[in-house]
């Protein structure tokens, strides 16, 4: 099989990493937020705990950090002193915090070394010292997100995050905040990540219930669509709508007659933000259930052009049998393995089959199109 796949969008995913690349090369190295699980599990000692007294040595510094509260590691050093060292491995940066009694409350990572505690920097590659650690507010944990002395790593992991980001907004947040927002947290086994978006769901933020919905939508919530899609257009072009795409689009797959619906509400409401008309339409492609069908089929006629794309990517993809795009299938390509038969394959669905923008697009709109009014009433439309 030929497929016709000139990509006319990339995955929102991987314009972040490329945007924010090539805003950190302009600074001076190529930064990247690390996985909260990788850095859980690299770590010998996680810790709530406040950094003072600073003092340069070489490209590095060396530092006090107060633990207030362990999360995981030797229980018996809360409430004491330990020494800590970060090497930046920047002079510049290195020469510009100098002695000060710089520092912050927040989540610390940290390996034993036969010296001081080294510290893990959040945010991999990283040349700003606040970016090394979670900030979060002092004080204790917010009482939302209190945990037992006997809670796993990852609840209490989990719920020092959540409470470090509850009143989270701005319109520039910290990279490391970003990829959090995003599902960073959502990788660690725990159940504190639904609660802390319930709250941010409720909030009296516009901003901040994004950010709570998306996270309720990466859980396959069809009903926290519909409710960030009745706020969507207060938050354009924001760091919240980029979260909030990046959720519809690569996170959520319902298949029930009734979640697919809801989506394509959003995704033919003309009144709503295009980015997220197209989102939306980009899931019922990847799910191409029958349900999703007559959705596509309106979708064709679509003024948006990739809009109509995605229509025709998912009227193609029913009718080749193919499985539902998820995450994991997009890395390997699985979602594009053609079965040997399928109920509505022929000779010229497959010829009529792109993902993307096609050369000759209005002729595969055409075919499908007629296609749908072939078929559509033996799919009981």
């Excluded at 010292?129 to 004080?139: D, K, R, V």
């Excluded at 009143?167 to 995003?182: F, W």
């Excluded at 709109?365 to 439309?381: D, E």
């Amino acid at each position: 099989m030929e497929n016709v796949m000139k990509a006319r969008t990339i995955s929102l995913c991987l314009t972040l990493v490329l945007l924010l690349a090539a805003a950190n090369l302009l600074q001076g190295g190529l930064v990247a937020p690390q996985s909260v699980v990788a850095l859980e599990n690299a770590a010998g000692l996680v810790v709530n705990g406040t950094a003072t007294g600073f003092v340069q040595d070489g490209a590095g510094f060396d530092f006090s950090l107060q633990v207030n509260r362990v999360i995981k590691g030797d229980a018996t050093l809360a409430g004491s002193s330990i020494s800590a060292s970060w090497l930046s491995g920047n002079q510049a940066t290195a020469a510009s915090v100098g002695n000060k009694n710089v520092g912050g409350t927040g989540i610390w990572f940290l390996q034993r070394s036969s010296g001081p505690w080294q510290v893990l920097p959040v945010v991999q590659g990283t040349m700003q010292l606040s970016n090394i650690y979670i900030s979060a507010q002092q004080g204790p944990i917010v009482s939302a997100y209190v945990y037992s002395a006997t809670a796993s790593v990852d609840d209490k992991l989990a719920s020092e995050i959540c409470s470090a980001l509850e009143g989270v907004s701005g319109v520039s947040l910290p990279m490391y905040v970003y990829a959090l927002l995003s599902g960073g947290i959502d990788e660690l086994n725990s159940s504190m990540p639904q609660l802390f978006y319930q709250r941010l769901a409720s909030s009296a933020s516009t901003e901040q219930q994004v950010f709570g919905l998306s996270g309720r939508i990466r859980s396959g919530d069809t009903s926290a669509l519909t409710a960030a899609a009745q706020i969507a257009s207060a938050v354009t072009g924001g760091q919240a709508q980029g979260v909030l795409l990046l959720s519809v689009r690569e996170y959520l797959r319902p298949t029930d007659p009734t979640s697919v619906n809801a989506v394509g509400q959003v995704a033919t409401d003309s009144a709503l933000p295009t980015a997220l008309r197209e989102a939306a339409a980009h899931v019922l492609a990847a799910v191409h259930t029958a349900a999703a069908l007559p959705l596509l089929a309106i979708l064709l006629d679509d003024p948006d052009l990739n809009v109509q794309v995605e229509a025709v990517g998912g009227m193609g993809s029913f009718a080749n049998g193919l499985p539902v795009r998820t995450k994991q299938s997009a890395v390997t390509l699985a979602y594009l393995q053609l079965p040997a038969n399928a109920p509505y394959q022929t000779q010229d669905t497959v010829a009529n089959f792109v993902l993307g923008q096609a050369a000759n697009e209005t002729s595969y709109i055409s075919f499908w199109k007629n296609w749908w009014s072939a078929n559509r009433a033996s799919l009981g439309y």
